[in-house]
């Protein structure tokens, strides 16, 4: 199997990783830390390709995919999961290049990287493209509205995503986490419920891709929470969410 992650040099990626290599898996490891790229393929089993770069240089992303494929001669699953989280303020004006920057890794490189693979596995008859959304991309979240915004995006791409490739047997999967431990959230200064532990999430994430699911909450007590934040009618999740507690600002 091959396959193809991004945001592999920590926390949900490099648990991803962890887990296709232990399956046997041939891994394409993209982060932008070369050196912790390097360390994680080195104590990985089997043989592995990293690419250090940013995954909002497109060019650079799809140089990767071509070395990767040129070297695999295919790929069965790509996972979007390279993503940034940081708190924003529409007023505030040095907040702009943030909500760009989170757009920018979020979504936008979601398409840069699913876009080098698509015709490719169209002439190989299937495969699992994987996007990495969130809980918070369900309801808006105060001052969350890039992070929050940007997981609502990849959701509702991948839906469509999945409905243009129906017919070729490429599978969109959407995963989107609760609380998991990783570096990204141990920044929160506020309790997390039902917190898992990313291996824990990785395995579970795994079989979902494997099954060719189109959409999965995980761990799956945020996947009740998250279908009763749909049904709650906008004037009491308004006061339910007054007082959250919010996630810090970039600098802040």
Request: with cysteine.
């Amino acid at each position: 199997m091959h396959v193809f992650i991004t945001g592999a040099s920590s926390g949900l990626g490099l648990a991803l990783a962890e887990q296709y290599a232990r399956h046997g898996a041939r891994l394409g490891l993209v982060g932008r830390r070369k050196q912790a790229l390097d360390a994680l393929a080195a104590r990985l089993p089997g043989e592995h390709h990293v690419y250090a770069l940013d995954v909002r240089d497109r060019a650079a992303l799809h140089a990767a995919a071509r070395d990767f494929l040129a070297h695999c001669g295919g790929v069965d699953v790509v996972i979007a999961s390279a993503g940034i989280s940081a708190g924003t303020l529409t007023e505030a004006d040095e907040d702009f290049a943030v909500f760009k920057a989170i757009f920018d890794t979020n979504v936008m490189a979601t398409v840069a990287t699913f876009e080098p693979f698509i015709e490719g596995m169209k002439r190989q008859g299937g495969g699992r493209l994987v996007g990495i959304a969130s809980v918070a991309g369900i309801r808006g979240l105060p001052g969350a509205g890039a992070y929050s915004a940007s997981k609502s995006a990849v959701i509702t791409y991948c839906e469509s995503l999945r409905l243009e490739l129906a017919a070729s047997g490429i599978k969109v999967v959407t995963i989107a986490p609760g609380y998991i431990d990783t570096p990204m959230t141990r920044h929160n200064p506020y309790g997390m419920p039902f917190l898992m532990p990313a291996g824990a999430f990785a395995r579970q994430a795994r079989r979902a891709i494997e099954r060719g699911v189109s959409y999965r909450v995980i761990p799956w007590q945020m996947g009740v929470v998250s279908r009763l934040m749909r049904l709650i009618p906008n004037a009491l999740y308004d006061r339910l969410a007054r007082n959250a507690p919010r996630k810090p600002r970039a600098g802040a």
